[in-house]
């Protein structure tokens, strides 16, 4: 098996990005913003699992690593997104994050398409 090593150290940060803030959400965040930094975290944590899934799926192909990188791409630009309209007050970010949910919803629209494409052996 072959592993897309720069996605999966994408996944990686983006996991430990989901953690911490995911725990400001939960300790240090007021009860304004708890909401969005906390689905944030739990759409980019998702979705960077989601990203290191593709960096080891075993048959390689580019549909599964276009489909990684838009995982781990769309969870970062939407948990960013959610992240400056609460922490910075930015309402216009609440216009960029529907961009990362649209990434995020074409990266499990590849994986469906990857996985009806992909010739298998019977068990």
Do not use: D
Not at 57 to 83: Q, Y
Request: charged share 5%; hydrophobic share 65%; proline share 5%.
């Amino acid at each position: 098996m072959t592993v897309s090593r720069s996605l999966a150290a994408f996944a990686a940060l983006n996991g430990a990005l989901a953690v911490a803030v995911g725990a400001f959400a939960a300790h240090g965040a007021g009860p304004q913003v708890k909401p969005l930094l906390t689905t944030g975290a739990h759409y980019e944590l998702a979705h960077a699992v989601l990203a290191l899934v593709c960096a080891v799926w075993p048959v390689r192909n580019r549909t599964i690593v276009l489909a990684g990188w838009l995982a781990a791409g769309g969870g970062l630009v939407f948990a960013l997104a959610l992240s400056g309209v609460a922490l910075l007050g930015l309402p216009v970010m609440g216009a960029v994050a529907p961009v990362g949910g649209l990434l995020m919803i074409a990266a499990w629209l590849l994986i469906g398409f990857a996985a009806l494409r992909t010739q298998t052996t019977p068990v």
